[in-house]
Each structure stands twice: as C-alpha cells, then as structure tokens.
C-alpha cells in the first residue's frame, strides 16, 4: 500500500474471470504522517482509504472482465459498512465481486477482512468509459504487472502512447 501516492493495493492473490471474482491483497503501512491524525494514540485506517481500497479491488476486477477496453470509475458507493478497526501493520484482504454489467454501469459486492474478521464492506457502482489517454492506459498496462495482474486476462495487443514525432 503506497498512500502517497494512493495506491491502495499491494497484489493480486486471484482472479477468476469465470466466477466474476477478484482477491487482492493490501498491507497497510506501519508508520504514516495519517495515523498521527487519525488517531492520535490510536491509529487506524480511515474509513475513506478502505472504501478506496475497495473501490480499487473492484476496478482491477472490472478491467480484466472488460479486457482493459474501458475504464472503471467509481460513481456510487451504497451500503458503505465499517464493522472494525483496521491497525497500521495489518494486510487487508479484499474479496469483490460483479454483481451486474450493462448500460454503460457495473455494479460489484466488496469486502474487506483482517485475517478472517470482517472490517468494511460496500455495494459499488462504477461508470465505464474509454480510457482518456492512450498514455494513462499504457500507466495502467504497467500497474497491472507491478501488482500481479494476471497475463491470462490482458488483452494482448494495448495503445501505445504516442511519441513527440508521431
């Protein structure tokens, strides 16, 4: 988990593209300036970066699903729950899955554990568009390997961003 620069998912641990399923893996940080605020003497992940996780879980989903032809983007967050603390140092593991597809919408089921505790779950709805940029889907072509997307479900053949000579 790179809160920095929001990156809120460590690793694929498996996607089936069959069953509409993915589990992701986050480990959430030891130390960051947002556990002095959050709070102070008793850190936790804010509810706000859980959501997001989950919203990145189910977006990872949504791509290899759609063959990375468009993109996820969150638009409704429904039945948001948070059912328990998530501590600095803990690996939160996110289970999402699609619960429909069509008219332009997806809409997934998450939840996210610490071991086999229940810590949030949410109801999600995602528009999907094309990509915006042939470049951000070459950045997204690059994320997908860095957190083991897996080569069964990329498209073979992406958009390569286009040079200053053309």
Known sequence: MDLDYFRLIDRIVDLNLDAKTITVEAQVPTAHTIFEGHFPGFPI?????????????SG?????LLKF??????AIV??????GFVS??????????LEHEGSGFAVTKVKGRVGKELKCSAE????LSPFPDP??????????????FPLHAMP???PKAETENG
Request: some cysteine.
């Open 124 to 127: 999600l709805t995602f528009g």
């Open 69 to 74: 032809e468009r993109m996820p983007f969150l």
């Open 88 to 97: 600095p140092g803990q690996l939160l593991t996110i289970d999402a899955k």
């Open 156 to 158: 073979q053949e992406c």
């Open 45 to 57: 992940m804010p509810g706000v970066l859980l959501t997001e996780s989950m919203a990145q879980s």
């Open 78 to 83: 429904k039945e948001a729950k948070m059912r």
């Open 60 to 64: 990872w989903l949504l791509l290899g």
């Open 135 to 148: 470049a951000f889907r070459v950045h997204m072509d690059a994320m997908a390997e860095k957190i083991g």
